[in-house]
């Protein structure tokens, strides 16, 4: 076994060592002149099919469901990259959200992300997108998710600033879902008095109470109190208005 030889640094011709030492200089030059790799968002593609995920799912449609959760909600956290919610693709965050809810029909963590998460994004298109969302999930499940649509139905009155689509939803809430509790099978009159519609909301409110759907006695006792309350303080914006006048 032989040892090769090797040649000292000295021994190199100086033509050949210059060649060298400016094509390392060269390569070191380029490389520091080159950007910084940049961290690009990559855009949420198409939720699959739900009947892929399901096969996917091997016969753990909730554990698939909470899988396609977590990619969702992790999405906007790529590698070195943060992406504002205002720049995701809604109506592909939509789809996510309603297979996961396809898959798992009982669980409500993809309503808690619509509605708290989503709809925060200060963007009022997206806001209404994702509040319609809310919506037709909530009347395909009416007496689960009333929580959900009487959060939207808040954030669309102080958010939004849309009266009208706020007492919408809390109207279907009323009509919709009987199992909800009182305060948000009752939210329409309140609104209607936050807003300043005393008349209507005292004739809602009496008619609630003329129908007996009211039976607990609490209930009844602070409703009867709503309604006196309602009536002094139309008796007391009419006698202004005379004043006014």
């Known amino acids: 076994m032989t040892v090769r030889d090797e040649r000292p640094l000295s021994a190199v011709p100086l033509p050949v060592f210059a060649v060298l030492l400016a094509a390392l200089g060269l390569h070191i030059?380029?490389?520091?002149?080159?950007?910084?790799?940049?961290?690009?968002?990559?855009?949420?593609?198409?939720?699959p099919p739900v009947t892929v995920l399901r096969a996917a799912a091997l016969g753990e449609p909730v554990a698939?469901?909470?899988?396609?959760?977590?990619?969702?909600?992790?999405?906007?956290?790529?590698?070195?990259?943060?992406?504002?919610?205002?720049?995701?693709d809604y109506a592909r965050v939509i789809q996510w959200l309603a297979r996961t809810i396809d898959l798992d029909p009982l669980g409500q963590y993809p309503l808690?992300?619509?509605?708290?998460?989503?709809?925060?994004?200060?963007?009022?298109?997206r806001?209404?997108?994702?509040?319609?969302?809310?919506?037709?999930?909530?009347?395909l499940d009416p007496d689960r998710r009333w929580r959900w649509l009487a959060h939207v139905a808040i954030m669309a009155k102080h958010r939004l600033h849309d009266n009208a689509l706020a007492l919408r939803y809390a109207a279907e809430i009323t009509r919709a879902a009987p199992a909800a509790p009182s305060?948000?099978?009752?939210?329409?009159?309140f609104i209607l008095e936050d807003i300043g519609e005393l008349e209507s909301a005292k004739i809602m409110l009496g008619g609630l109470l003329a129908t007996?759907?009211?039976?607990?006695?609490?209930?009844?006792?602070?409703?009867?109190?709503?309604?006196?309350?309602?009536?002094a303080a139309e008796k007391q914006t009419t006698q202004t208005k005379i004043r006014q006048f």
Not at 76 to 82: A, E, L, T
Not at 183 to 189: D, E, F, G, P, V
Request: without cysteine; charged residues 20%.
């Open 64 to 88: 698939m469901a909470q899988l396609t959760a977590l990619y969702l909600q992790a999405f906007d956290n790529q590698p070195g990259i943060s992406i504002p919610f205002k720049d995701l």
């Open 183 to 189: 305060w948000a099978r009752q939210m329409q009159i």
């Open 29 to 47: 030059a380029i490389q520091w002149a080159q950007p910084r790799p940049v961290a690009r968002a990559e855009a949420l593609e198409a939720a």
């Open 112 to 125: 808690l992300l619509a509605s708290q998460v989503y709809l925060q994004v200060p963007d009022p298109a």
């Open 212 to 231: 007996g759907q009211v039976t607990d006695e609490h209930e009844l006792h602070f409703l009867t109190q709503r309604l006196e309350a309602l009536k």
């Open 127 to 139: 806001q209404r997108l994702m509040s319609e969302f809310v919506r037709e999930q909530f009347l």
